[in-house]
């Protein structure tokens, strides 16, 4: 079965600063792989996605992310942080009949000092 | 354009009462999927339904929950009696199947508590 490992539960940076959330997976076959924000007390909005075409996604809101099949991962970038880029950041991965069924990690709480 | 439509947005109940939780899909969107958000667990995913028929349920976690789409614009989620482990966001997701890795579109969810 699939599975996604976020590493570090809270990131916080400056605002302007480099942002970076890591994302690895486990996947026995080619997947797909999402960026997911979560504002406080709303529902999931995505991100960005990677299905196999680009290994350099674009995402909304000025970020991106580089899927690298050789370490496994899919992090997410933005080169400045923005004081509304506060929240929390879900990877996930695709398995299943389909590809359907969506496996998140454990979730990123971004914080953005002033 | 409205997105995923969940009522109600939150519920205070009492252990051993039932539960019945509303969603309202995309218009259009074939495909229905129910999560779960606790601070212990994360996200699971509960159930999902494929033009109205349930495709997979093994993340439903006891006989106590049960989901339904009568048609391809409502679904609910019961849950009878409830206890208060259950307390948790509970969201509808909808998205248009067919095409792998298809984006799923999530409603603002249901904040459940249960004494």
């Known amino acids: 079965a699939q599975s996604v490992t976020q590493l570090g539960s809270h990131v916080s940076v400056s605002e302007g600063a480099l942002v970076l959330l890591r994302c690895n997976y486990s996947s026995s076959v080619p997947p797909y792989l999402f960026w997911y924000v979560q504002y406080p007390n709303q529902g999931l909005q995505l991100l960005l996605k990677?299905?196999?075409?680009?290994?350099l996604v674009k995402g909304i809101n000025g970020f991106e992310a580089e899927f690298k099949k050789s370490e496994t991962s899919f992090h997410l970038t933005k080169p400045s942080a923005h004081m509304s880029d506060a929240a929390e950041y879900f990877c996930a991965v695709s398995e299943g009949q389909g590809a359907q069924k969506l496996v998140f990690g454990q979730g990123t709480r971004l914080t953005i000092n002033p | 354009d409205a997105g995923v439509i969940q009522s109600p947005r939150h519920e205070v109940t009492e252990m051993g009462q039932e539960v019945t939780l509303r969603c309202k899909p995309i218009?259009?969107?074939?495909?229905l999927f129910w999560y779960r958000q606790t601070m212990m667990r994360g996200l699971e995913l509960l159930i999902y339904f494929n033009n109205n028929v349930p495709i997979d349920d093994s993340g439903m976690p006891e006989d106590r929950f049960s989901a339904k789409m009568p048609n391809a614009s409502f679904s609910t989620l019961k849950i009878q009696p409830s206890e208060p482990r259950d307390s948790a966001v509970y969201f509808c997701a909808s998205s248009i199947p067919g095409k792998r890795g298809e984006t799923q579109y999530f409603g603002p969810g249901t904040r459940l508590l249960v004494l």
């Open positions: 218009s259009g969107h074939n495909s």
């Open positions: 990677y299905t196999s075409a680009a290994t």
